[in-house]
Nanobody
């Protein structure tokens, strides 16, 4: 059984918007803190945003102001609203869950306990 399932990816032109969703199992959603990562072709996976159980958020500096992470506790679902998209945002986007309050930086891919399979975002110029 997949614990994290992403959706919402697609192809849009630069300047457009997309909202990604991640449906989590109840166990993962209620037991872990969650975030988004992305991996562009030929590049390492990088942290995008993280949200803890209290709704406190952390963003990659280069994405602040354009991306917004949120969650709906009633639906066990994580979201990533992406605005003013640029071609360099093209990547596979992954939902991730990790133990809350660990010592590893929350935007590090190290220490993630669960990964989704990803959803592809393609931005054309």
């Amino acid at each position: 059984q997949d614990q994290l399932v992403e959706s919402g990816g697609g192809s849009v032109q630069a300047g457009g918007s997309l909202r990604l969703s991640c449906a989590a199992s109840e166990y993962v959603y209620t037991s872990y803190c969650m975030g988004w990562f992305r991996q562009a072709p030929g590049k390492e996976r990088e942290g995008v945003a993280h949200i803890d159980m209290f709704g406190s958020t952390t963003y990659a500096d280069i994405l602040k102001g354009r991306f917004t992470i949120s969650k709906d506790d009633a639906k066990n679902t994580l979201y990533l609203q992406m605005n003013s998209l640029k071609p360099e945002d093209t990547a596979m986007y992954y939902c991730a869950a990790r133990v809350c309050g660990g010592r590893v930086p929350v935007l590090s891919s190290y220490g993630v306990d669960y990964w989704g399979k990803g959803t592809l975002v393609t931005i054309s110029s």
